[in-house]
């Protein structure tokens, strides 16, 4: 990519990144409302307490100073560049003051001691960033299992970012989905897949087509079709006495018959099997 391209590619993560953690804060009404001060915030050395300009010394403004609440302050910046470990600073404005933020990104597999993976970092007062960690390592918990299928992997307690494991269904059960899963960088595990039963032929007496061939249900092994293969069956026009296909699908287990279709008696198929609704005249040729 051309350095310009990747520039802006970065300035469109940026201002995505911005629009999701400041949506958070924006729930939070914290552009509106000051927090009631705390006295010993975690990480925030607060500022004299004040409720207008006037009970501000000097050049201090009487401003809103997160967890201290609104407190004198003196506008002036904080420390740049700030390394932080497992995580990527970027300051969201130019400046650096009292007030501005930077936004913190963990790199993939880690995450803040809170869960998120972004936040942002607010310059206090005390000219200390307001978040100067991102920590810690994200771990997936162990896969899940599934109905009639297995994992293919050796059981532990917690797995990496990254790690893939594999999944098996029962002989004769079909995987529907990905036959892996990856641990994502939030600890969660991709979509697991599904294993979807075989289904029994609801019929005994007419051919159906399957397959592209058209067959008794004797011919087709155990009478059973694999998840999602189609089986059409025929249907009797009484009035003309021809017959029309209708297709179903077997869908893990359940292969429905259709409304229109009628199964041949014993008699009609032992004594009459030319006249069996599969063996009739097709109604498109009539
Ligand atoms: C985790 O990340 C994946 C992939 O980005 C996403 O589809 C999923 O919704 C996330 N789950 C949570 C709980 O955030």
């Given at each position: 990519m051309p350095l310009g391209a990747q520039k802006n590619m970065d300035i469109i993560v940026l201002a995505i990144a911005i629009l999701q953690v400041s949506s958070v804060f924006s729930e939070q009404d914290v552009w509106n409302t000051c927090p009631t001060?705390?006295?010993?915030?975690?990480?925030q050395t607060c500022q004299k307490a004040c409720?207008?300009?006037?009970?501000?010394?000097?050049?201090?403004q009487c401003l809103c100073d997160g967890d201290c609440g609104m407190s004198c302050i003196l506008i002036r910046s904080c420390p740049w560049p700030v390394a932080i470990e497992n995580a990527e600073t970027r300051l969201v404005t130019e400046s650096k003051n009292f007030g501005d933020e930077m936004l913190v990104m963990c790199q993939p597999g880690f995450k803040m001691?809170?869960?998120?993976e972004m936040t942002l970092s607010r310059c206090q007062g005390d000219r200390k960033w307001s978040v100067t960690a991102a920590c810690e390592e994200t771990f997936c918990p162990p896969p899940p299992e599934i109905k009639d299928g297995y994992l293919v992997a050796v059981k532990k307690q917690e797995y990496e970012v990254s790690e893939v494991i594999y999944y098996l269904c029962q002989k004769t059960f079909y995987l529907d989905g990905s036959n892996s899963v990856t641990c994502q960088t939030n600890g969660t595990w991709s979509q697991t897949p599904l294993c979807r039963a075989r289904c029994k032929i609801p019929a005994q007496r007419s051919r159906v087509l399957y397959n592209g061939k058209k067959l008794w249900?004797?011919?087709?092994p155990e009478a059973l079709v694999t998840h999602f293969e189609e089986v059409t069956f025929f249907c009797r026009?009484?009035?003309?006495?021809c017959s029309y296909p209708a297709p179903s699908r077997c869908f893990d287990g359940v292969l429905p018959v259709p409304e229109c279709y009628e199964e041949p008696t014993w008699i009609q198929y032992n004594f009459f099997p030319k006249n069996v609704v599969s063996e009739i005249t097709s109604c498109q040729e009539s």
């Open positions: 001060r705390n006295e010993n915030p975690v990480g409720t207008h300009h006037g009970e501000c010394a000097g050049k201090r001691a809170a869960g998120q249900i004797t011919e087709i026009n009484k009035n003309q006495q």
